[in-house]
């Protein structure tokens, strides 16, 4: 591929406000359009519950109060204890639940209330339950249930977004801006984006402006690719020189160099101009992979006749 060809810097800016969605909404959507391997994980039962704590508290936040959730020593099996923080000379600080995900849900157990009586943290003395205590604990044992629900059944916001970061890179897309939130994609892959947007409507407000090829445009994506491809490039090479990779990881980071060679390649054609130095970039840690594992093959097979002549 020499010198440069005719443009066709053709395709859509997208951005996107991305609300908590249903998961089994956002999995019909991806499986529908081939996507299911960009769904998030699974949410634990100790961030559903920490997150579901949250939003019972928040009610009950008082004028000079505040609480504090805190993760005991085995968060999985132990939970989580809530205090309620009455601010003054002297704080005071009452234990008023202690919550756990269990098999069935959330449980929840009636705390001991301590008040600190002096500034020494570990000098208590303990004190009889409030009626403000009892409140929260009757409002977050009424309410924390079906907030836990809905939290092992969303997708939150943030997680959708990163989900369709991903799928923009997987569609050879570009993000335009340092801190990301605004992307482009190619012609070829604005259909896809409409379809995201048109199934997932409900939750997720994506915008797509589609645009024509200008001089200011060719050199904003090809920044921005060079931006992605050198940070790509930097994080992979600390990787294999660090050391620390196994086989598995090692074989990683070499199909990621290969992906960064066929996105290159792929907007050699968008741009229609060679990138001989973004290539020569990628192929740097893309040949340091395949010493590393070129090495630990020579290792294990130095091992098997050693071990077959002993």
């Known amino acids: 591929m020499n ?39 699974d949410k634990t039962p100790e961030a559903a519950l920490l997150q579901s704590l949250k939003v019972c508290l928040k009610r009950h936040k008082g004028e000079g109060e505040s609480f504090n959730i805190i993760p005991r020593r085995n968060r999985k099996k132990d939970g989580f204890e809530v205090q309620r923080v009455v601010h003054g000379k002297v704080n005071e600080y009452h234990t008023m639940l202690i919550a756990r995900a269990g098999v069935g849900g959330p449980l929840l157990e009636a705390g001991p209330n301590f008040r600190r009586k002096e500034l020494k943290p570990d ?10 205590d009892r409140e929260v604990f009757d409002w977050c044992e009424h309410v924390l249930r079906p907030s836990y629900a809905a939290a092992m059944n969303h997708v939150e916001g943030a997680a959708v977004g990163r989900s369709l970061v991903n799928i923009v890179d997987h569609l050879d897309g570009l993000t335009l801006k340092d801190a ?45 690719l060079t931006r992605e ?15 620390d990779l196994g086989e598995r990881a090692l074989e990683n980071r070499a199909e990621r160099a290969r992906e960064l060679i066929t996105k290159i390649s792929s907007y050699e054609g968008i741009l229609g101009t060679t990138l001989e130095t973004l290539r020569d ?18 290792g294990n097979q130095f091992e098997s006749v050693f071990s077959s002549i002993v």
């Not at 984006?193 to 200008?214: F, S, Y």
């Not at 970039?281 to 594992?293: E, G, I, R, W, Y």
């Open 123 to 132: 000098h208590w003395s303990r004190v009889p339950s409030t009626d403000v």
């Open 229 to 243: 491809i050198e940070t790509e490039v930097q994080g992979i090479s600390e990787d294999i020189n660090s050391g």
């Open 281 to 298: 970039s990628v192929d740097v840690p893309k040949q340091a992979a395949a010493t590393a594992l070129a090495m630990i093959e020579s």
């Open 180 to 224: 990301g939130g605004v992307y482009w994609v190619p012609s070829e892959a604005v259909p896809m984006i409409m379809a995201l947007r048109e199934g997932l409507e409900d939750t997720v407000a994506i915008d797509v402006l589609e645009n024509k090829p200008t001089v200011e445009a060719i050199d904003a994506f090809r920044r921005a």
């Open 3 to 41: 010198g440069t060809r005719s443009l066709r810097v053709e395709g859509a800016v997208v951005f996107w406000s991305a609300g908590a969605t249903r998961k089994l909404d956002l999995l019909h959507v991806y499986e529908s359009l081939g996507l299911e391997a960009f769904m998030p994980g």
